[in-house]
């Protein structure tokens, strides 16, 4: 058995186990840490050797004049190799899906320790922000950084996301991360909640399908992010409080979906990890915008994009 599919089993393990027990175990002291093995490479499947793929231009295409909308879509079969993409190097804002990307480099560079020190905000933050249902109950005693980054990812904070950003260096510190684990695509430029005003054309707070899908595989690896602050953010993934009604209204019922869901106006995005029951994950990015930039977005959209492209890898 080769080291890439050891790996893809414990990873399947290690999920299966997470959908039964849940994720959230404490971190050990940095002297307990595990060493990783220098990162191993695997050649693809010979062409002659993988499945050919299912064509689901014709399904998305209809779905984008069904809804009048642009969609987005990068999956990545991580048992398999086997991929779907739509319109995937083309921009879109990511809008609060970034938020599963500060919280992954808070973990990856704020030692377990320090992510106890208890943070304090105003009111005056918290109306900046907007959206902000957890800090702006919290406003006497504060949260830690880790509640903080929780807060984010599970409730879509704004706030919370804002003081992640001030501990990893601001949307420099999160972009110069996201480049380290290959995404030279993705431009980090706001905080909240500036960061869903893009751009017709732009690059500024914009990713691609694809990007986002590479830096949500990268982060399961352990030279990016160590096992124990992965269970962490899979367990706050698996609490998005904002995306039953999207990647995971299109998933089986027996699938597990872990997932970061973004939306502003017309922009309706979900990136998420997607887990038949007893094998690896499969990497999913659906970004969604309205061809009218004055409408409101739409979840079924997103659900309904996820079925196709999960029937396509299934």
């Known amino acids: 058995m080769t080291s890439a599919r050891i790996a893809r089993v414990a990873l399947a393990a290690a999920l299966s186990a997470c959908a039964v027990v849940g994720c959230s175990a404490p971190a050990p002291a940095p002297s307990a840490r595990p060493s990783f093995p220098a990162p191993t490479t695997t050649a693809p499947p010979s062409a002659s050797a ?6 689901i231009t014709a399904d998305l295409d209809a779905l984008e004049t069904e809804f009048d909308a642009r969609v987005g879509v990068s999956a990545l079969d991580t048992e398999t190799g086997r991929s779907v993409e739509y319109r995937a ?3 879109f804002g990511y809008a609060s899906t970034l938020k599963v990307f500060a919280a992954a480099e808070l973990l990856r560079e704020v ?14 933050e918290v109306d900046a922000a907007g959206y902000s249902p957890v800090t702006s109950e919290h406003l006497d005693g504060g949260l830690t950084v880790a509640e903080l980054a929780e807060a984010a990812v599970r409730e879509s904070d704004n706030t ?27 431009d980090v430029v706001s905080n909240e909640p500036s960061l869903n005003e ?9 990713t691609t399908p694809a990007a986002f899908t590479a830096a949500l595989d990268a982060l399961l690896q352990p030279r990016n992010l160590a096992p124990d602050d992965l269970a962490t953010l899979l367990d706050w993934m698996s609490g998005n409080a904002t995306g039953d009604a999207l990647i995971r209204a299109g998933a089986p019922a027996d699938w597990v979906v872990r997932d970061k869901s973004g939306g502003a106006g017309g922009i309706r995005n979900d990136i998420a990890l997607v887990t038949p029951p007893g094998r690896a ?34």
């Open 89 to 91: 190097e083309e921009r």
């Open 50 to 55: 993988a499945p050919t793929p299912t064509d």
């Open 281 to 314: 994950p499969i990497v999913v990015t659906v970004l969604t915008e309205k061809n009218d930039r004055a409408a409101e977005y739409d979840d079924e959209l997103v659900a309904r994009v996820a079925e196709v492209v999960i029937a396509a890898l299934d």
């Open 111 to 124: 030692p377990p320790e320090e992510r106890e020190a208890r943070v304090v905000w105003t009111q005056e």
């Open 198 to 206: 893009v751009d017709a054309g732009g690059t500024r707070d914009t």
């Open 160 to 186: 919370a996301m804002n003081l992640v950003l001030d501990r990893i260096g601001g949307p420099a510190g999160l972009d110069a991360g996201l480049a380290a684990l290959g995404d030279e695509t993705t």
